[in-house]
Every structure is written in C-alpha cells, then in structure tokens.
C-alpha cells in the first residue's frame, strides 16, 4: 500500500493542477466553462442574485449543496440605503479576486512560494454617462488602477514578469480591458 | 408649515434624482466619483474584499459604518472548495445588478411603474486562456447573455426602447462592453 502526499503550493494542489493542465491538452473541450446567474430586482437600487450551478469540464458541477446570494445596494447620495455595496463596487471585487488567484496559480505552476498579496484599487466613473446628460461621456469606469503589494521568495523581476502574465491571463482583467460583446433580451410576455 | 410629501417610483425618491441630475447641470464636477477596494489573498483561489469608502457628489462618502466583505473562492474542479462564488460569477452579479439599476434609474426618470424584473444570465469562458495553453484564446468571457423578464405599466416598445437605452448607460455593462485601461502596479518592498 501506498501513500500518496498531498502536494500544495499557494494552497492550491499542484499535482491536481498538472492534471488539469494535461487533460485539457488531451481533450481541448474540457475547457469549457459557463458561469450563469439569476438576478431578481427588489426595489430602487437593491437587487439580488443566486448563483449556484455551472457547466465546465464536461459536465454540470454539483459540488455546492446551495446557492450563493448577493445584494446590490445603492449608497444614500446614489438614492439607496447601503442594502450592499453597488454593482460597480462589485465589479472590483471581482477584478481584484481574479488578478490575485491568476496570479497564486501560474506562480505554483512556476514553483514560486508567495507569502502574502495585499491588494489597493481605485475606479474613476464620471455620472454623467450614467445619466444619459452627455453622450460624449463613457457610462463606464474610465480607468481602473491595482497596486499590489506581493511577498514572494523570488526576485523582482521575477514578480513583475509573472504580474504582467497574470494580467494579461486574468478572466475578469481581460473582460474589462477588453470589448466583451453582451447579449441583452427581453423575455416575451 | 408645509409637510413635504416623500414622492416614490419604483422605489426611488424622485425628487432626489431630478435634484441630482439638476444638481450636475450646474456643477458638472458632481459627477465625478471613485470607488475603491483593498483584498487580500487568504490561501489557493481564496481572497476577501473590503469596501467602504468612495468620493463622489463633490466629497468623500461616510455613510457606511462598517465595510462590506466579499470572499472569492472557486470550486473543486477549479482547485478550490467553494469557499466563495468565484471572480468571473462576481462579475455576473455586478453586470445584472447595473443593468438592473440602471433600468429602474431611467424608468423612475421617465415615469414608467415597474412590477418586476427577473433576469438569468449566462457567460462562456475557454479555460485555454487562463492557463496560458493558447495565446489565441482569449482570457475572458467570450460573450455574456442576458434575459430579462420585466413587468410594468407600458407597451413592450417602450420597453424595448429602455432596455436597450439601459444597457447603453450601464456602467457595468459600459466597463465590459468597451475596453476599460486597468493599469496593474506593484508596490516597491
């Protein structure tokens, strides 16, 4: 009998991570993913989400036992109540977490060891896109600026060599750089 | 004295959003805000957001008594253990919410009662550009579905006319839609 160790860098299983990586190599369809959400609207600024299941490595996913649930919330000067923080707070959140775990990944695929992530962000949104006062106005962020503070055991030229991949293979960083086509239905009544 | 009656649509003070938008007619820099978000890595695909504070309207927000917190994770056949929606579901729920938001904004504006709105969504990703397997794929989403089933007091071509002007002024929607700089920085140690 043997006893296999489980072998973790970053907190990620690399051995599981390699795996992946191969299984995708021998058959290109496992790659792909589709996330989904349901939204339903409460009042004013406040909305909800339930996401729970996906599709992805050739299958349907159903290892989570129930749904997670979101609040957008508007703040008072937005015409809310703080029900949660708001939609393109969230968007942040998201773009934060994404750059980050890009980041932890390739560098245990590299065998680098990090030691902690700190990360700052900053979006600058002028409302007068949002409004419809000036069409000249993006309704979107304008810029997004992340200032990562990184403890890894690896030179700095190493981290800004893997910073820069990691932005550049970050999902939701290349969603947001990037022109994303978004389909908007009605749903006939 | 004269009590001033509280005037609602859709759950939105609408003499506060024509005093808002009358409010940046006169004073354009009104409109400019920037939002934030500090996160920071736990272990593998996790990490948790923080967000509190933001400028906008001309000063810095301190209606939020403590911070929202936001934990990413991602699921185990993405190496993790469901310890958070992961980072490109949290941008679902953003890009629902905004368009949602932005949708009962432009409703109350134009005096049009909304019942209810439910919207599903769903968005494809090629794990190839994640996992740096083939520069030709893209990173992030390839496109992002979303239907909406909307109630309310007007015929479905006002709908549709405010659809689309919704998802024109979203700025979650404007941020993916159209390509957003997000410059990636490292702090110095």
């Known amino acids: 009998m ?3 160790t489980l ?18 190599k021998n058959e290109p369809a ?3 993913f589709q996330f989904r959400n349901k939204n339903r609207w409460v009042t004013g600024g406040e909305n ?10 050739g299958q349907e996913d159903t290892s989570r036992d129930k749904p997670f649930e979101f609040t957008n919330g508007e703040p008072p000067v937005l015409l809310g109540d703080n029900e949660g923080a708001n939609p393109v707070e969230f968007l942040l959140h998201a773009l934060a977490g994404c750059v980050t775990t890009t980041f932890v990944l390739h560098a245990a695929a590299r065998g680098i060891h990090l030691r902690s992530i700190s990360t700052e962000m900053e979006g600058d949104i002028d409302l007068h896109g949002l409004l419809g006062l000036d069409d000249s106005v993006p309704a979107g962020y304008e810029q997004i600026r ?6 890894a055991d690896c030179s700095d030229e190493e981290l800004d060599e893997l910073l820069a991949y990691s932005r550049a ?3 939701v960083c290349q969603t947001v750089c990037r ?6 239905e009605r749903v006939a009544r």
Chains 1, 2 share one sequence.
């Open 179 to 184: 022109p994303v086509p978004v389909v908007v």
């Open 48 to 57: 909800r989400s339930t996401i729970q299941g996906f599709y992805g490595a």
């Open 30 to 32: 496992l790659a792909r």
């Open 2 to 4: 043997t006893t296999k």
């Open 146 to 151: 992340i200032k990562m503070d990184i403890e």
């Open 169 to 171: 293979h970050s999902p």
């Open 7 to 24: 072998t973790k860098l970053n907190g990620l299983n690399t051995e599981q991570l390699v795996g992946t990586i191969d299984a995708i």
